[in-house]
């Protein structure tokens, strides 16, 4: 996953329509202490059956100096929608491009799965950044 240590956002009022793999982040505003971001409409492919598993996503991480770019993040976010790949490892791939894009104190990523054959599956990775341990 490529990331963008430069402020100046080169997807925000770009007309995209494809998945890209990058996150670009914003200098943090002051006095900000942390920044939630959920969707509900995010989607993966199970990677033994190939059918899609309908997921909730949150996003939670206490920025230090960048903020993840929301539409960025949905771009991102589109890349996993024809990838095949288990909701554990997801979360965790997920909070490692966080912390790496925006190199905050920590991240925690919940992936909320809508059941399937009656079971549903929540995944929580969190990631404290090795400068904040």
Not at 9 to 32: A, D, S, W, Y
Not at 87 to 102: F, G, M, P, R, W
Request: aromatic residues 6%; hydrophobic residues 35%.
């Amino acid at each position: 996953m490529a990331r963008s240590k430069k402020t100046k956002l080169t997807i925000l009022g770009k007309h995209i329509r494809h998945p890209l793999n990058q996150l670009e982040c914003f200098p943090k505003p002051n006095h900000v202490q942390t920044v939630t971001l959920t969707t509900s409409e995010f989607t993966s492919l199970c990677p033994v059956t190939g059918q899609p598993d309908f997921q909730t996503l949150t996003i939670e991480y206490a920025p230090r100096e960048r903020c993840v770019e929301s539409k960025s993040l949905k771009l991102y976010l589109w890349t996993y929608r024809e990838q095949g790949v288990f909701c554990e490892a997801l979360s965790a791939k997920i909070a490692q491009d966080i912390v790496a894009a925006t190199e905050c104190a920590w991240c925690r990523v919940t992936i909320d799965q809508v059941p399937r054959g009656g079971i549903g599956v929540k995944a929580v990775s969190e990631i404290r950044h090795p400068a904040s341990a």
